[in-house]
């Protein structure tokens, strides 16, 4: 019942900005160049979707975002891991991501499209240029905020750093590396974007740019709507993925309300277990 509920307040503030969206545009007369009203974007938006052409385009998006968020994570973690692993790495690798990270991804897009062309394999490399250093940043807090004494005790006990790594290191990297693919997901979509709008075959972000020159304001607000949706699915997604993955992180597991019944009796104090683990 709750969620119901949460999920009607939730539709009826989005109908209610709607309304005074058209309603503010209808009444100051603003031109249809300068913002639309929601009306037409719904037309402009079921045009595209019935003729099929934003299905075709928002197909290779999708495409571009998840090989570059692939590639990107794969990058990001590996790296991370050797620059928290290894001292000498940090000490001559990470200066020059973070250079290379400071410089900005729309000035790279153009060179990326004139080294590696105008389909597919540039959309993928600015997606993982943008998508991996959150990651990387994330894995390298992660596994270096594990506790001190806890790997202490495991090598007192003989546990070699393979064993640390898999039985200490990474689960407790776990819940920042997940934060990590949840942001570089949105990165990698806004990438791919980006790339598209610099030079493409297709894609909804060359989608736009051909709107933007025929002054078509209702179907770029349109597309924007699609993938701010698309963004809302892929975020969900890793939600789904780190729900399964994580089972085990208290964070992740659900409150069970206890009924009256079975609740401790006054006066009494309520036991809590221990937690379990090393150290």
Do not use: C
């Amino acid at each position: 019942m709750k969620s119901a509920r949460n999920v009607a307040v939730t539709l009826a503030i989005f109908v209610g900005s709607l309304a005074l969206w058209e309603a503010v545009v209808r009444v100051f007369a603003i031109p249809i160049f300068i913002l639309p009203p929601p009306s037409q974007v719904a037309l402009a938006l079921w045009r595209g979707i019935a003729s099929g052409v934003y299905i075709h385009h928002l197909g290779y998006t999708l495409v571009e975002t998840l090989l570059g968020f692939i590639v990107g994570s794969l990058l990001g973690f590996f790296l991370g891991t050797a620059v928290a692993m290894n001292r000498w790495v940090e000490l001559f690798l990470y200066p020059y991501i973070v250079m290379f990270q400071s410089l900005p991804k729309v000035a790279l897009a153009p060179l990326i499209v004139v080294w590696f062309g105008l389909g597919l394999t540039s959309k993928v490399i600015n997606a993982a240029l943008v998508a991996f250093f959150p990651l990387l940043v994330n894995t390298m807090v992660g596994l270096k905020s594990a506790d001190e004494d806890r790997v202490s005790l495991m090598r007192s006990l003989a546990a070699t750093d393979t064993q640390i790594f898999w039985m200490l290191r990474l689960p407790n990297a776990m819940p920042f590396v997940m934060a990590g693919l949840d942001v570089a997901m949105i990165f990698a979509l806004i990438g791919a974007i980006v790339a598209e709008f610099v030079g493409a075959q297709r894609g909804l972000g060359m989608l736009i740019q051909s709107m933007n020159f025929n002054m078509d304001v209702s179907g770029q607000f349109s597309i924007l709507l699609i993938l701010s949706f698309v963004g809302l699915l892929l975020n969900r997604g890793i939600m789904l993925i780190r729900k399964r993955i994580m089972f085990w992180d208290p964070s992740e597991k659900q409150v069970i309300e206890t009924s009256p019944e079975e609740a401790a009796p006054a006066g009494r104090g309520v036991v809590t277990p221990a937690k379990g683990g090393v150290g």
